[in-house]
Structures are given as structure tokens and as C-alpha cells.
């Protein structure tokens, strides 16, 4: 069990398609984060939710589009991609934004995204 | 800005032998948290091991433990006793203790254990 569950593992789309990336939390946690991956690049923080209120849109293009309907679960809608959104994307939870030494970050397996 | 810069892409060590991944950092915040992640392949992330800046203790975990050189701003994680398992990206973090969730990362060194 690892707390933190990725949907899809996989997902391949067109540049015209509209997906859904979902995470999912059972720790009990108020924030939630989403992280790209990419290859020879550090981890970019993209978004942070605390508490279902958006409190950080790290200058994401809008073809991204968060939603955090509650604090378990949150989503990345994706529309009109770009080839080098080809990425792994990691959601991450933690027990609030406020962050100490003992409450690091939990993360998900995270969603293989390539974009045709 | 902050930056984590992990210097070496990949590194190799015998089963059973130690290996030391490098790890240095540059922040203007006087108070900072240093942590080590792995992320075996296909596998989630997790944390490794972690540190206080203000601590001057290294921090261990078992076979991990660290050299903090605050100083230099280094932030080393040295593994004993490889074993399989520890086959993994290994990546460096720093987070500002000021109330923020901003975690910065390095690019990862990907370690192998050869058998």
C-alpha cells in the first residue's frame, strides 16, 4: 500500500486529445502537489493544493488545468499537449503545505505521459 | 535562486562495497531541511534519509548516512553495504524551513549495484 495511487501508470494521446491524470491519497494529508519528471531535468513543481484552495501555479501553461474536489483526491486535466510535455508526472502528498523535518513528502508511482 | 546540483548522472559499485553520491546546494535561507529521495525503477519515490541545517549531527539510517559540510554546502549520501536493492535514481532536495512547501531538486544520480 502506498498511500499515495497514480492513474492511469501509462497514458499515450494526441495533441488534439483531452485526458484526466488522477492521484489519489489515503494518509490523511492536506496538501497535495503536482511534479514533472523529465529526463536529465530536476523535479518542477507545477501545482500545490492545500485544503482544496490552489496556493501555488508554478507558471504552468493553461493547457494544464488542476482540480482538487477534496483533500484525498486530486486531478490533472490536459488538453492540446505538446510534444515535450512528454513526461513522468508525480503527485505527492504531505500533511500540510506548512512543511517540518518529519512530514516529508509522499509520492505516488506516477503517470508515464507521452504525447504523440 | 536555490539550485541542487548533483554532479555525477550515474555511478557504479560492487555488491557489498560503499559508494558515496555527491550532492551540493546554494540557498540564501539561513534555516534549510537536506533530504535524500530514491526512486527504483518503475517504483515511487521515497525518502532515504534527511537533515537539519542547523543540526551539525550527520544523519544515519541504517546502511544511509550523510556528510553535511554546511559550509561548503555539500550534502553527500554514503550507502554501506550495497545491495541489490539500492539500485535507483537518487535525488538531492532542499526545502527552505520558512514556511514553504517550495522543494527544490538536483537531476538525479542513477546508481548501480553490480552483482
Known amino acids: 500500500e502506498t498511500g499515495v495511487t497514480q492513474t492511469p501508470r501509462h497514458l499515450v494521446m494526441g495533441m488534439t486529445n483531452k485526458k484526466s491524470l488522477k492521484c489519489e491519497q489515503h494518509l490523511g494529508h492536506n496538501a497535495m502537489y503536482w511534479y514533472k519528471q523529465s529526463a536529465k531535468k530536476p523535479l518542477e513543481l507545477m501545482f500545490v493544493?492545500?485544503?482544496?484552495?490552489?496556493?501555488e501555479n508554478n507558471s504552468v501553461p493553461s493547457r494544464f488545468s488542476p482540480e482538487c474536489p477534496n483533500s484525498s483526491h486530486l486531478f490533472l486535466h490536459l488538453h492540446t499537449l505538446q510534444p515535450e510535455d512528454s513526461a513522468l508526472y508525480l503527485c505527492?502528498?504531505?500533511?500540510?503545505?506548512?512543511?517540518?523535518?518529519?512530514?516529508?513528502?509522499?509520492f505516488g508511482d506516477g503517470t508515464r505521459l507521452s504525447i504523440l | 535562486a536555490q539550485t541542487v546540483t548533483q554532479s555525477q548522472p550515474e555511478m557504479s559499485v560492487q555488491e557489498a562495497e560503499t559508494v558515496t553520491l555527491s550532492c551540493t546546494y546554494d540557498t540564501s535561507e539561513s534555516d534549510y531541511y537536506l533530504f535524500w529521495y530514491k526512486q527504483p525503477p518503475s517504483r515511487q519515490m521515497i525518502l532515504v534519509i534527511r537533515q537539519e541545517a542547523y543540526k551539525q549531527q550527520n544523519a544515519t539510517e541504517n546502511r544511509f548516512s550523510v556528510n553535511f559540510q554546511k559550509a561548503a554546502k555539500s550534502f553527500s549520501l554514503k550507502i554501506s553495504d550495497s545491495q541489490l536493492g539500492d539500485a535507483a535514481m537518487y535525488f538531492c532536495a532542499c526545502l527552505p524551513a520558512s514556511g514553504t512547501y517550495k522543494y527544490i531538486f538536483g537531476t538525479g544520480t542513477r546508481l548501480k549495484v553490480l552483482a
Open positions: 505527492a502528498s504531505s500533511q500540510d503545505r506548512w512543511t517540518a523535518i518529519n512530514q516529508p513528502q509522499h
Open positions: 493544493y492545500s485544503l482544496e484552495e490552489r496556493v
